[in-house]
Structures are given as C-alpha cells and as structure tokens.
C-alpha cells in the first residue's frame, strides 16, 4: 500500500538555527511529489513538486532535495514566520491509485525568536 | 490570484441533517480532489474527479457520502445523513493534471455536526 510517513512530527527551532524536515515514502511508481506549507485556518499551500531522484527545487529559506526512497526539507536560518505544518504528498504514477495524492500527517515547525 | 472557492466556509448542522459542501475549482483546471481533515486523521482523499469524470471515490463512505461535478465550474459533496464523526474541514483542490504547479487548495469548510 501506498504510504508517506513525516519525521519529526513537531519541530522547534531558534530563529537562525538550521535543520530539515524529513519524508519518506513508498510508492508504486513515483509521479511526483509534492511539498506543501499550511498555517492554522488555511488550507495547504504549494511550495515544490519534485519529480525524480537528485531534483532538487528552492524557495527563499527552504530547499527540497529528492531521492528514490526519501525528500528532505531544509529551512536554513529559518524565521519567525516560517512557523507553519509543512505537508509532504506523493502522486502514483499508474496502476490502481493512478492520480491519486497522498498526503503525509506533516510537522509542525514553530520557530521562536 | 486565481483561487479555488470554497463554501459555505463554517457549517453547524444536527445530526441527521443532509450537508452540502461546494467547490468552485480554478478556471481552465481538470483535475479535483476533495480532502477531510481531522487532527486523528490528517488529510484523507475522499474523491477525485478528472475532466469531470470520478477516478477515484474509495475514500468516501459510500452509504452517506457522494461527489459529484454537475459542470467544469462546481464540484459538490453531499452528506446523507451526517453524523457527529463527520466533523470535520473539508478541503477542495484543484490542478491541470501532469504539471509543475501542483494542486491549489481552497479555504476549507469546516463541518460541525452536534
């Protein structure tokens, strides 16, 4: 079955103090993933999809890196207002869950001052 | 910015009442998905519809829960009858299948059934 598990599950960082965030995955058949930021009341927003291993993809403080079981997410020097759930989901690429997103439960990232 | 609209945007209902939700995607977009949220459960896929069509509603309890497109500019999920275990935020996404752009989601509706 197609799954995607988040690590940490809730992460508090200094603000300036660097780290990732990890998603791993298992698949049949990888058609992309994707990396989402929601903040409390909102509904998820699209930061990267990345579609095969070694793409990487980046965005002000935040680089997402791919490889065949994995993705990682870097916050470097992070802020205040990164302090968000930053979702993972994974997109098969055939077979019976064609299309289908699956979503990962998230970490929660609290960046404090 | 283009957006996907979502409502009503809070919902309190009794239990066993029938809930409608609608979701009016992105133009030109044809690919919806429809999410529950809850913090047990995270983001559950409930349906998802390409060019209107359903692909995928396996998520969905099939006695109470249906999902439908009547056209390119609404998609609908109906609750029959609901219950307390459906509270809920109900998320809509919408995307063009195969891009780089991922799926934009929408505000949410958030469910309460007492």
């Known amino acids: 079955e197609d799954q995607v598990t988040q690590s940490p599950e809730a992460l508090r960082l200094q603000e300036g103090e660097s780290s990732s965030l990890n998603c791993s995955y298992t698949?049949?058949?990888?058609?992309?993933l994707f990396w989402y930021r929601q903040d409390p009341g909102k509904g998820p927003e699209f930061l990267f999809t990345?579609?095969?291993a070694g793409e990487e993809k980046e965005k002000e403080r935040l680089k997402a890196t791919l490889t065949k079981k994995e993705s990682f997410l870097h916050i470097t020097a992070p802020k205040p207002e990164d302090s968000a759930t930053y979702l993972c989901?994974?997109?098969?690429?055939?077979?019976?869950?064609?299309?289908?997103?699956?979503f990962g439960r998230g970490t929660q990232l609290t960046v404090w001052p | 910015d283009a957006r996907v609209t979502q409502t009503p945007r809070d919902k309190v209902t009794e239990m066993g009442q029938e809930v409608t939700m609608r979701c009016q995607p992105i133009?030109?977009?044809?690919?919806v998905f429809w999410y529950r949220q809850t913090m047990m459960q995270g983001l559950e896929l409930l349906a998802y519809?390409?060019?209107?069509?359903?692909?995928?509603d396996s998520g969905m309890p099939k006695d109470r829960f249906s999902a439908e497109m009547p056209d390119a500019t609404l998609a609908t999920l109906k609750i029959q009858p609901s219950e307390p275990r459906d509270s809920a935020v109900y998320f809509c996404?919408?995307?063009?299948?195969?891009?780089?752009?991922?799926?934009?989601f929408g505000s949410g509706t958030r469910l309460t059934v007492v």
């Open positions: 996404a919408s995307g063009l299948d195969g891009t780089l752009y991922g799926y934009t």
């Open positions: 698949v049949s058949g990888l058609r992309g």
């Open positions: 990345l579609y095969s």
């Open positions: 989901a994974v997109q098969a690429r055939g077979g019976s869950t064609l299309g289908r997103l699956y």
């Open positions: 133009l030109g977009h044809n690919t």
């Open positions: 519809f390409r060019n209107r069509a359903p692909l995928d």
